[in-house]
């Protein structure tokens, strides 16, 4: 049983969890929501499931969330930071923008492709839900920016087109790979995940006119 001196305020003013076992306990219920969701969808997907796929009593998930809506915005916000932040540069050394780029959209695949359920439920929610629509547009912004950085870093290392507009080709590229990621996983267009990731790349590559690091310094 969960006592008060396992959970203390949020910023919310709802109870988060404080101690170590009640970050597992809400750890276990985020990954049973995640089973749930995935199995019956999200109208057909039951709090006292939920509870029973995490081992706990149907009572200790409100300790924890409010509602099946929240619990379901904490499954996409975690799917959503691995998707979003890989980290490729930090972990590999690597500075290559077109290695980068390949490992990037690599491990983006990767992860639709083993969350590939999820994002079918989501895609379902946002149709039906504000606020789940607006955490979709927040999830699409968040790539444009990240990558509308990564490209007008590159033009100013004279790596990539100058003429091409940042957000403009962020958007192009990121929905284009995306919505690949989209019909290859979830809809189930044939095609070999290796012939995915080598199109995609290219179309980066071809796009942004971009130049291996190594001929920079032979620019005129």
Same mark, same amino acid.
């Given at each position: 049983?969960t ?5 203390? %305020?949020?910023?919310? /003013?709802? !109870? ?7 970050m597992?306990?809400?750890n276990? !219920?985020?990954?049973?929501? +995640?089973?749930?969701?995935?199995? #019956? ?6 709090i006292? #499931?939920?509870s ?24 996409v ?15 590999? /050394? ?14 983006? !695949?990767?992860?639709?492709?083993? %969350? *590939? ?11 039906? #839900?504000?606020?789940?629509? *607006? ?5 699409? %912004?968040?790539?444009?920016?990240r990558n ?5 870093r590159?033009?100013?290392? /004279?790596?990539a087109?100058? #003429? ?7 958007l192009a ?14 809809l189930?267009? +044939?095609?070999?995940?290796? +012939?995915? !990731?080598?199109?995609? %790349?290219?179309?980066?590559?071809n796009?942004l006119?971009?130049?291996?690091? *190594?001929?920079? /310094?032979?620019?005129?």
């Open positions: 049983m006592t008060e001196n396992d959970t203390e %305020n949020g910023q919310s /003013g709802r !109870l988060a969890p404080k101690s170590k076992r009640g597992r306990t809400r276990a !219920l985020i990954a049973a929501a +995640q089973t749930v969701f995935e199995r #019956d969808g999200f109208l057909e997907a039951r006292t #499931d939920i029973k796929e995490a081992h706990v009593a149907s009572g200790s998930f409100y300790t924890y969330f409010d509602s099946k809506e929240e619990i379901f915005a904490a499954v916000e975690q799917m959503q930071e691995e998707m979003l932040h890989p980290h490729v540069r930090e972990r590999t /050394g690597v500075s290559d923008p077109r290695i980068l780029i390949e490992a990037a959209n690599r491990e983006y !695949l990767q992860s639709y492709r083993r %969350n *590939a359920r999820l994002m079918a439920v989501f895609e379902q929610v946002a149709q039906i #839900d504000d606020e789940f629509r *607006a955490l979709r547009r927040d999830r699409s %912004n968040a790539f444009v920016e509308a950085r990564m490209i007008k590159l033009q100013e290392q /004279g790596l087109d100058p #003429d091409l507009d940042p957000n403009v080709t962020a590229l990121s929905s284009m790979v995306s919505k690949t990621a989209y019909s290859v996983f979830v189930d267009a +044939q095609a070999p995940f290796d +012939q995915v !990731l080598s199109t995609v %790349n290219q179309i980066w590559i796009a006119q971009l130049k291996p690091e *190594a001929d920079k /310094g032979q620019q005129v």
